[in-house]
């Protein structure tokens, strides 16, 4: 892997891929158009619940310094992503956490080590910014506790969800 600097972004570039930290007011507009792709391959209930994303409030917690975004890139192209929240918690707040919100690999990228090089970049630049926990997690249809495991994470919580209320 080597490291380079651009425009005050690290990055590290592995096998032609580049993982960097992007600011989300720059990300957000070329990644619009993949996270309609993203809602409808992981996500469940979509009649019920339909994508709606508010970018006002993104735009809102970016500017506080509460989002953080790292990119996977191949000769340019976006492949690859990881937005996650960086701020204390309520329950221990002497200690920073980073919550993942999301986190997407193009289908024609999930070969090899690209996800686990991504979930590395983000892992050294939120130590950067103090974060000691990360929570993640995996949608239990996509089945990705085999690469979790492998990096690392361990389970911790089982969410459950109930669609309530009519349309």
């Given at each position: ?74 000769a340019g192209k976006l492949i ?88």
């Open positions: 892997m080597n490291a380079i600097a651009s425009e005050g972004v690290r990055s590290v570039i592995s096998a032609g891929t580049v993982y960097q930290v992007e600011p989300w007011a720059t990300f957000n507009h070329e990644a619009r158009a993949l996270f309609g792709e993203h809602w409808r391959e992981v996500a469940l209930n979509h009649a019920e619940v339909p994508l709606d994303i508010d970018y006002d409030r993104y735009a809102t917690m970016a500017a506080s310094g509460k989002v953080h975004v790292v990119t996977a890139r191949r690859g992503y990881h937005v996650g929240f960086i701020d204390g918690h309520l329950h221990y707040k002497s200690t920073l956490h980073c919550v993942t919100d999301v986190y997407w690999i193009a289908p024609e990228c999930r070969h090899g080590v690209t996800a686990i090089r991504l979930f590395q970049a983000l892992e050294r630049e939120v130590i950067k910014r103090g974060v000691r926990k990360i929570i993640t997690g995996a949608k239990i249809h996509m089945g990705q506790e085999r690469l979790f495991g492998f990096m690392g994470y361990t389970p911790a919580d089982t969410l459950f969800v109930k669609i309530v209320g009519g349309a």
